[in-house]
């Protein structure tokens, strides 16, 4: 068990209002400021003597850490500025000319990744119904397989392990979005078995923005060679050479000098998540999201996330009349929280571990009566989810 009270102090925020939006912006550990105050003594001591004292080596050792966290041997994670850069830098690694050129992927997949694979004219983008429907849509034209491990607008769990074995049949690469997942869902990347993974820092992982990362299983890593790469990627990038040589491992999916002040900010956040650990997050995230179904039911609130607790992440989406408007009301009444647009949306709740059941139960008690009370109306017509 997780006693809330141990961890509070550490995220200030939380003395402030009803922090319950963990699955887009998590609280932030007073460490990260501390880092990033030693980031800048750092600078300002040390000057440019500081990248050959750690910071050039910190877009691998950094990931390492996450490696820790998510089950991933020692070099194969490497730091980017984001999952987009990520999945572009994956993609650079196969031409299409030939043959395969189909990606696979959910519609309920994150818009930005969408972006990417919709922005290129020579592949066939097939988005299908669900995780089920991936698997009948893998076959041997399929190039990659960018998928969601929760999705966002809803928290569900995606079975994976089934994709990835169609997609290998296929001689198909599996490229696993854990940016829902990483910090709250246990799991192992070297057991899923996935040819890529990629994340950021900015929900779960209480790391902030600027710090996404790219895991390439090693074998992989050792036979593909990406086109969108930086001298970070070179096997000796001091050495200045006119040609590139790639890099061994992850190293190679590198790009250019690497943003290090978001690095020293999310190593506060994966410290904690660390030393906390994901199952028992996991454990405390289980009971948090059935208190808030639980209450939402004797609240006559209609849940839009999944009720098993096999295929729920950590957040809770709760439809309403008008998502926009109610979503104002709670951030009037000190609730922060965020909403997605309909069809298949709603107001999100995302407590995190240090929150308390309390503050659950005051966030659908608060969103009940706004509904009920018709409070939304008055902010009928406005647009911002944050």
Known sequence: MIDPDEYRDRFPILATCTYLINHSLAAMPAA???NLGEYARTWRERGIRAWAEGWWEMPVTVGDQLGRIMGAPPGSIVMHQNVTVAEAIVLSCFTRSGGRNRIVYEEANFPSVRYLYQAQPELDVVAVEDDNAIVDAIDERTLLVPISHVLFKNGEIQDVGPIVRRAHEAGAY?????????????????ELGVDFAVGGSVKWLCGGPGAGWLHVRPDVAERLEPTLVGWQAHARPFAFEPELEYAEGARRFLTGTPNIPALYAATAGYDVIEEVGVPRIRARSLAHTQLLIDSCDTSGLEVVSPREPERRGGTVTVSTPDHAACHRELGERGIVCDFRPDPDGGIRLGPHFFNTEDE????V?????IVQSGAY???LGVATPF
């Open 32 to 34: 990260a400021e501390d």
């Open 377 to 379: 109306e008055r902010h």
């Open 365 to 369: 008690s608060e969103l009940a009566d």
């Open 360 to 363: 659950v139960r005051l966030a």
């Open 174 to 190: 599996v490229v696993l979005d854990c940016y829902q997942s990483a910090g709250v869902v246990p799991f192992g990347l070297t």
